[in-house]
């Protein structure tokens, strides 16, 4: 069984920069993808972004050129690099991994202060 632990979340002033990391269990190279999520109060759970197995990457539009995606397979972990943020990047961050089974973590919260 697969576990995900992420880290890093916190309280942070408005156009700072936090980074998070997502940690597997397993080897993070046997999954097809990763990606991050978020959730604000009231809100549906959201599409960050994704990296794929061969390290392609995506983001959603609210994040591009702000937030940065990577991992590090020696050390089964993904990490979100954010800067520039805003308050409405408040929420809960999940990370996510998927083979033939989807996995998630418990998420983090990260606050950001106007």
């Known amino acids: 069984q697969v576990q995900l632990v992420e880290s890093g979340g916190g309280l942070v002033q408005a156009g700072g920069s936090l980074t998070l990391s997502c940690t597997a269990s397993g080897s993070i190279f046997t999954f097809n993808g990763m990606g991050w999520y978020r959730q604000a109060p009231g809100k549906q759970r959201e599409l960050v972004g994704t990296?794929?197995?061969?390290?392609?990457?995506s983001y959603a539009d609210s994040v591009k050129g702000r937030f940065t995606i990577s991992r590090s397979d020696a050390k089964n972990t993904m990490y979100l690099q954010m800067d520039s943020l805003k308050p409405e990047d408040t929420a809960v961050y999940y990370c996510r991994a998927w083979t033939g089974l989807d996995y998630w973590g418990q998420g983090t919260q990260v606050t950001v202060s106007s």
């Open positions: 990296i794929q197995g061969a390290g392609s990457r």
